[in-house]
C-alpha cells in the first residue's frame, strides 16, 4: 500500500495551504487502529475541514450525513411518541399528568378530586407511560403505575363503568367510603410491587406513604394483594424468559442483583455513609425547590390551553433528545474490560456497553448511560465488575444532565414518575463519590452507587422504612441493610430541616387540602368555635320542599344539619345530618307529602340502601337535573329517613388542636359543634317551690335560647390558610 493510499488530502477552498491527515490508521499488522473513523464515504469532502469532538477526530465528511441522519431519527420517533403521549394528557385526560402519586395520597386522605381515579384517566395512564418512558424522557413509569392500580381499584370499587358499558352487580358491595378506600390503598401498593417487583415494599408503601387511616385488617389485604402480584408476575417472566417479550422480565423478580459476596466497612466507611446521606439530603432539598418552581412555571404555560401544553412537551423533547445524542461526544472511548469479549461493544438494542462512534473493542462510556434503557443504566451503575467501568467526568456530566433535565421533564403533560430519575441521580452520584474515595474506602464503587440512590431518594421523597426495603428487594443484597438504613435516616434528617417531601410539596401547590397526622402549633390557642364558619343552615325534620332545593341551589355545602323542633319534640333538639347526595335521591324521587307530619316508614319501604350507594365519578345527581314543579315545591319532606342520627360531636370549648387530630383520625367529613350551655337544657324538672309558669318567664328572659348546634366543622376549616385568615396576628410556629 503506497503513501497516496494512506493519506488523505484536504484542501480548503480559499486558502493558500492544506492540511494533512492520516486517517486510515491501518497498522502494518493489519489491525485497526483509533484514527479510523466509524462512519466514511468514498466521496470528496467539499463542504469543510476536521471535526475534532470530544477524542475522536474524524472528518465532517463521516459526520455531515450518517451523523444527522441517525439524529434526525432518533429525536424523530422521540418527538412523535412525546407529542402522542401529550396529546392524550391534553385532550382526553388532563388528570392523567405526572406521577399520579399525589392524587392518590390526596384521595386517601379523604379528598375526591374531580376524575383523578376516572377510566378515562386510567387509559392516558396506561398508553401514556408508555409513549413518555418510549420518548426518551428522563421519567419512570413507577408513579403512573401506582395510580394505574388505583384507578384500576376505583373501578372495580364503583362496580365499573356505566358510561362505557362496564359494570357487575357483585361488585355494588363496595360501594361505600371505607370499602372503596380499602381497595384504592390495595391498588396502590400493587402498583408499586408490579413497578419494582418488590411486593413486601408495596405493603410498606401504602403503610408509610399512600394511606392515612390504617387498620389491621388492611395490613393482609394488601399483602395478600402483592402478594397476587407477585405470582402473576413470575409466570409472565417465565412465559417471556425466551426474549419473545422484548426486555420486559429482564433481570427476573430481581431487577438489579448486586449481591456480589460480604460487605465489609470499617469507621472510614461509615463517616463516608454520613458523607453520602448529608450531601443526598441537601441535594435532594434542592430537588425539591427546583422542582416546585419549574411546576409553577409550567402552570402558567399550561394555563393557556391544551396546546401549549402540547408545545411544551415537544420543546423538552428536542432538549431530551439533543442532550442523549450530543453529550456522549464529550467523552472519549474506553478500551473494553477484560473478560466482556463478545459483549463489549454491546449489539442490539440492549447491553450496557455502547460503542457510538469507537473502534472495535472499545464502548463510550457515557453514551452507555445516554443511550440506553434506565434499567440497564441501573444496572451499570450498581455493578461491581470493574471500578474503572466509567470515567470521573462521565458520572459528573451524567449526573448533571438526569438531574437537572429530570426537573425539566417533570410537569410536562406527559405520566411521569420521579423515582428512576432520583435513582439514576443518586446512583451516578454515589458512584462518582466511591470513585474519589476508592483509595480509603472497601467498599466497591457499586454499593456506594446503591447507598447515594438510597441517600436521594430519602432527600426527595422522605419516606424510610418503605424504600429500604424497596431498596433490599430491589438488590437481592440484604447485608447492606444497616448501611441503607443509616443513610435514609440521615438523608431525610438533613433535607427536613429546608423543605417537605416532594410528593407534599405537589399536594400543597395543587390546592388540596390535605390534613396532616399532627396539628398545628397555634391550634392549641384556639377552640372549636373560633373557627366555625356561618352563617349556620339548618333543616327541620319535616322540611318545606321549597327550602331544601332553594339551599341545595345556592351553597355547595355537602352536609347540613337537621333538628327536631316542636311538635316534633318538647325542645329544639340535634337530629343529626343529611348529606346533599342523599338529599339529591329524596327530591328525585318525590316522596313528598302536603301535611308536616311524619312518614318516614313510607319512605324506607319504598326506597332500598343502593339508591343512596356512593356514585362514581361524574354520575352523582346534580341539583340542575331535578324537575319539581311549583306546587311540590310547597309541600312536604321527611328528613329522618336520610338523616345520621349519631354524628361525631364536639364541645364548642375543645381545643382545635385535639378537634383536628380526631377529625383525621377518625376519617371524618363532618364534625358537629354544639354548644356547652345550650338554652334549652334548663328544662328542669319543676319544684315545689317553682311554678312551671315562672320557670318560663325566667327562661325566656334571662336565658338566651340557643341553637342546638353551633356549627359544622370540614376539612376546610383546619387548613392553615382558613385559620390564620381569620386570626392573621397569630403566629405560625407558636
Same mark, same amino acid.
Given at each position: 500500500?503506497?503513501?497516496?493510499?494512506?493519506?488523505?488530502?484536504?484542501?480548503?477552498?480559499?486558502?493558500?495551504?492544506?492540511?494533512?491527515?492520516?486517517?486510515?490508521?491501518?497498522?502494518?499488522?493489519?489491525?485497526?487502529?483509533?484514527? *479510523?473513523?466509524?462512519?466514511?464515504?468514498?466521496?470528496?469532502?467539499?463542504?469543510?475541514?476536521?471535526?475534532?469532538?470530544?477524542?475522536?477526530?474524524?472528518?465532517?465528511?463521516?459526520?455531515?450525513?450518517?451523523?444527522?441522519?441517525?439524529?434526525?431519527?432518533?429525536?424523530? =420517533?422521540?418527538?412523535?411518541?412525546?407529542?402522542?403521549?401529550?396529546?392524550?394528557?391534553?385532550?382526553? #385526560?388532563?388528570?392523567?399528568?405526572?406521577?399520579?402519586?399525589?392524587?392518590?395520597?390526596?384521595?386517601?386522605?379523604? @379528598?375526591?378530586?374531580?376524575?383523578?381515579?376516572?377510566?378515562?384517566?386510567?387509559?392516558?395512564? $396506561?398508553?401514556?407511560?408508555?409513549?413518555?418512558?418510549?420518548?426518551?424522557?428522563?421519567?419512570?413509569?413507577?408513579?403512573?403505575?401506582?395510580?394505574?392500580?388505583? =384507578?384500576?381499584?376505583?373501578?372495580?370499587? *364503583?362496580?365499573?363503568?356505566?358510561?362505557?358499558?362496564? +359494570?357487575?352487580?357483585?361488585?355494588?358491595?363496595?360501594?361505600?367510603?371505607?370499602?372503596?378506600?380499602?381497595?384504592?390503598?390495595?391498588?396502590?401498593?400493587?402498583?408499586?410491587?408490579?413497578?419494582?417487583?418488590?411486593?413486601?415494599?408495596?405493603?410498606?408503601?401504602?403503610?408509610?406513604?399512600?394511606?392515612?387511616?390504617?387498620?389491621?385488617?388492611?395490613?393482609?389485604?394488601?399483602?395478600?394483594?402483592? #402478594?397476587?402480584?407477585?405470582?402473576?408476575?413470575?409466570?409472565?417472566?417465565?412465559?417471556?424468559?425466551?426474549?419473545?417479550?422484548?426486555?420486559?422480565?429482564?433481570?427476573?423478580?430481581?431487577?438489579?442483583?448486586?449481591?456480589?459476596?460480604?460487605?465489609?466497612?470499617?469507621?472510614?466507611?461509615?463517616?463516608?455513609?454520613?458523607?453520602?446521606?448529608?450531601?443526598?439530603?441537601?441535594?435532594?432539598?434542592?430537588?425539591?425547590?427546583?422542582?416546585?418552581?419549574?411546576?409553577?412555571?409550567?402552570?402558567?404555560?399550561?394555563?393557556?390551553?391544551?396546546?401549549?401544553?402540547?408545545?411544551?412537551?415537544?420543546? /423538552?423533547? @428536542?432538549?431530551?433528545?439533543?442532550?442523549?445524542?450530543?453529550?456522549?461526544?464529550?467523552?472519549?472511548?474506553?478500551?473494553?474490560?477484560?473478560?466482556?469479549?463478545?459483549?463489549?461493544?454491546?449489539?442490539?438494542?440492549?447491553? $450496557?456497553?455502547?460503542?457510538?462512534?469507537?473502534?472495535?473493542?472499545?464502548?463510550?462510556? &457515557?453514551?452507555?448511560?445516554? &443511550?440506553?434503557?434506565?434499567?440497564?443504566?441501573?444496572?451499570?451503575?450498581?455493578?461491581?465488575?470493574?471500578?474503572?467501568?466509567?470515567?470521573?467526568?462521565?458520572?459528573?456530566?451524567?449526573?448533571?444532565?438526569?438531574?437537572?433535565?429530570?426537573?425539566?421533564?417533570?410537569?410536562?403533560?406527559?405520566?411521569?414518575?420521579?423515582?428512576?430519575?432520583? $435513582?439514576?441521580?443518586?446512583?451516578?452520584?454515589?458512584?462518582?463519590?466511591?470513585?474519589?474515595?476508592?483509595?480509603?474506602?472497601?467498599?466497591?464503587?457499586?454499593?456506594?452507587?446503591?447507598?447515594?440512590?438510597?441517600?436521594?431518594?430519602?432527600? +426527595?421523597?422522605?419516606? !424510610?422504612?418503605?424504600? =429500604?426495603?424497596?431498596?433490599?428487594?430491589?438488590?437481592?443484597? &440484604?447485608?447492606?441493610?444497616?448501611?441503607?438504613?443509616?443513610?435514609?435516616?440521615?438523608?431525610?434528617?438533613?433535607?427536613?430541616?429546608?423543605?417537605?417531601?416532594?410528593?407534599?410539596?405537589?399536594?400543597?401547590?395543587?390546592?388540596?387540602?390535605?390534613?396532616?397526622?399532627?396539628?398545628?402549633?397555634?391550634?392549641?390557642?384556639?377552640?372549636?368555635?373560633?373557627?366555625?364558619?356561618?352563617?349556620?343552615?339548618?333543616?327541620?325534620?319535616?322540611?318545606?320542599?321549597?327550602?331544601?332545593?332553594?339551599?341545595?341551589?345556592?351553597?355547595?355545602?355537602?352536609?347540613?344539619?337537621?333538628?327536631?323542633?316542636?311538635?316534633?319534640?318538647?325542645?329544639?333538639?340535634?337530629?343529626?345530618?343529611?348529606?346533599?347526595?342523599?338529599?339529591?335521591?329524596?327530591?328525585?324521587?318525590?316522596?313528598?307529602?302536603?301535611?308536616?307530619? !311524619?312518614?318516614?316508614?313510607? @319512605?324506607?319501604?319504598?326506597?332500598?340502601?343502593?339508591?343512596?350507594?356512593?356514585?362514581?365519578?361524574?354520575?352523582?345527581?346534580?341539583?340542575?337535573?331535578?324537575?319539581?314543579?311549583?306546587?311540590?315545591?310547597?309541600?312536604?319532606?321527611?328528613?329522618?329517613?336520610?338523616?345520621?342520627?349519631?354524628?361525631?360531636?364536639?364541645?364548642?370549648?375543645?381545643?382545635?388542636?385535639?378537634?383536628?387530630?380526631?377529625?383525621?383520625?377518625?376519617?371524618?367529613?363532618?364534625?358537629?359543634?354544639?354548644?356547652?350551655?345550650?338554652?334549652?337544657?334548663?328544662?328542669?324538672?319543676?319544684?315545689?317551690?317553682? =311554678?312551671?309558669?315562672?320557670?318560663?318567664?325566667?327562661?325566656? /328572659?334571662?336565658?338566651? *335560647?340557643?341553637?342546638?348546634?353551633?356549627?359544622?366543622? !370540614?376539612?376546610?376549616?383546619?387548613?392553615?390558610?382558613?385559620?390564620?385568615?381569620?386570626?392573621?396576628?397569630?403566629?405560625?410556629?407558636?
Amino acid at each position: 500500500m503506497d503513501d497516496r493510499s494512506e493519506n488523505h488530502d484536504i484542501e480548503v477552498e480559499g486558502g493558500n495551504y492544506a492540511y494533512e491527515r492520516k486517517i486510515s490508521g491501518i497498522l502494518d499488522d493489519g489491525s485497526v487502529g483509533f484514527q *479510523q473513523p466509524l462512519l466514511a464515504r468514498n466521496r470528496k469532502n467539499t463542504t469543510s475541514q476536521i471535526a475534532i469532538v470530544g477524542a475522536n477526530t474524524c472528518p465532517i465528511e463521516s459526520l455531515d450525513y450518517e451523523y444527522f441522519q441517525a439524529f434526525f431519527a432518533f429525536a424523530g =420517533c422521540n418527538l412523535i411518541l412525546a407529542t402522542a403521549a401529550a396529546s392524550l394528557c391534553a385532550f382526553i #385526560a388532563p388528570a392523567a399528568a405526572g406521577s399520579g402519586i399525589p392524587e392518590v395520597k390526596a384521595y386517601l386522605n379523604g @379528598i375526591d378530586a374531580y376524575s383523578i381515579l376516572a377510566p378515562s384517566t386510567l387509559f392516558v395512564k $396506561i398508553f401514556g407511560s408508555i409513549f413518555g418512558v418510549a420518548a426518551g424522557f428522563v421519567v419512570g413509569k413507577e408513579g403512573p403505575m401506582v395510580h394505574t392500580g388505583a =384507578c384500576i381499584a376505583n373501578l372495580l370499587g *364503583q362496580g365499573g363503568s356505566r358510561k362505557y358499558k362496564l +359494570t357487575w352487580k357483585w361488585l355494588r358491595f363496595f360501594k361505600n367510603d371505607r370499602d372503596r378506600r380499602d381497595l384504592i390503598t390495595c391498588g396502590a401498593a400493587a402498583g408499586v410491587a408490579a413497578a419494582f417487583r418488590a411486593p413486601v415494599g408495596g405493603v410498606l408503601f401504602a403503610l408509610e406513604e399512600a394511606a392515612s387511616w390504617w387498620r389491621s385488617a388492611l395490613l393482609w389485604r394488601t399483602f395478600f394483594t402483592t #402478594a397476587v402480584v407477585a405470582v402473576v408476575l413470575r409466570s409472565l417472566i417465565e412465559l417471556c424468559r425466551s426474549g419473545r417479550c422484548g426486555l420486559f422480565g429482564k433481570g427476573g423478580l430481581i431487577m438489579f442483583d448486586v449481591n456480589s459476596g460480604p460487605v465489609l466497612y470499617s469507621t472510614p466507611d461509615l463517616l463516608a455513609v454520613v458523607f453520602l446521606g448529608v450531601v443526598g439530603g441537601v441535594l435532594g432539598s434542592l430537588y425539591n425547590y427546583l422542582v416546585d418552581k419549574v411546576l409553577r412555571t409550567y402552570a402558567l404555560i399550561n394555563e393557556r390551553g391544551p396546546g401549549f401544553k402540547v408545545m411544551l412537551v415537544m420543546a /423538552v423533547s @428536542i432538549l431530551s433528545s439533543c442532550c442523549a445524542f450530543g453529550l456522549p461526544w464529550l467523552s472519549p472511548c474506553t478500551p473494553c474490560p477484560v473478560g466482556t469479549e463478545g459483549k463489549c461493544p454491546s449489539v442490539g438494542r440492549a447491553g $450496557i456497553y455502547k460503542s457510538f462512534q469507537c473502534p472495535p473493542n472499545h464502548y463510550n462510556d &457515557l453514551s452507555s448511560l445516554l &443511550l440506553n434503557t434506565n434499567d440497564d443504566a441501573i444496572r451499570s451503575l450498581f455493578t461491581s465488575r470493574s471500578e474503572n467501568e466509567f470515567q470521573i467526568s462521565t458520572l459528573a456530566i451524567f449526573f448533571f444532565f438526569v438531574y437537572f433535565l429530570g426537573i425539566i421533564t417533570y410537569g410536562i403533560a406527559i405520566p411521569s414518575g420521579l423515582f428512576i430519575p432520583v $435513582i439514576l441521580a443518586g446512583a451516578s452520584y454515589g458512584r462518582l463519590v466511591g470513585r474519589l474515595l476508592g483509595p480509603v474506602s472497601q467498599l466497591d464503587v457499586g454499593l456506594f452507587s446503591l447507598l447515594g440512590a438510597a441517600s436521594f431518594l430519602g432527600g +426527595t421523597m422522605r419516606m !424510610t422504612v418503605s424504600l =429500604c426495603v424497596i431498596l433490599l428487594e430491589l438488590t437481592n443484597n &440484604l447485608l447492606m441493610l444497616p448501611l441503607v438504613m443509616l443513610v435514609l435516616l440521615i438523608s431525610k434528617t438533613v433535607a427536613d430541616c429546608f423543605n417537605k417531601g416532594v410528593y407534599d410539596q405537589i399536594v400543597t401547590m395543587k390546592g388540596l387540602p390535605y390534613m396532616e397526622d399532627h396539628a398545628e402549633p397555634y391550634m392549641r390557642n384556639l377552640v372549636a368555635k373560633d373557627v366555625v364558619a356561618g352563617p349556620l343552615l339548618s333543616f327541620s325534620r319535616v322540611e318545606k320542599v321549597g327550602v331544601i332545593w332553594q339551599a341545595l341551589k345556592m351553597t355547595s355545602h355537602n352536609g347540613f344539619p337537621v333538628i327536631d323542633e316542636p311538635p316534633f319534640t318538647e325542645a329544639s333538639e340535634l337530629c343529626g345530618i343529611a348529606l346533599r347526595s342523599h338529599l339529591l335521591v329524596l327530591l328525585q324521587g318525590k316522596r313528598f307529602s302536603k301535611q308536616k307530619t !311524619t312518614f318516614g316508614s313510607q @319512605i324506607l319501604r319504598s326506597c332500598k340502601a343502593r339508591d343512596f350507594a356512593k356514585a362514581g365519578l361524574g354520575k352523582g345527581l346534580k341539583i340542575e337535573d331535578l324537575v319539581i314543579s311549583g306546587e311540590e315545591m310547597e309541600m312536604y319532606v321527611d328528613l329522618h329517613p336520610i338523616t345520621n342520627t349519631s354524628p361525631y360531636t364536639v364541645l364548642e370549648t375543645l381545643s382545635l388542636a385535639k378537634a383536628a387530630i380526631l377529625f383525621r383520625q377518625l376519617g371524618l367529613r363532618h364534625l358537629c359543634v354544639v354548644p356547652k350551655t345550650p338554652g334549652v337544657s334548663l328544662s328542669l324538672p319543676s319544684f315545689v317551690f317553682l =311554678c312551671r309558669d315562672l320557670f318560663t318567664f325566667i327562661s325566656r /328572659v334571662f336565658v338566651s *335560647q340557643r341553637p342546638p348546634i353551633v356549627g359544622i366543622l !370540614t376539612r376546610h376549616d383546619f387548613m392553615p390558610e382558613h385559620v390564620l385568615g381569620l386570626y392573621p396576628h397569630i403566629d405560625p410556629l407558636k
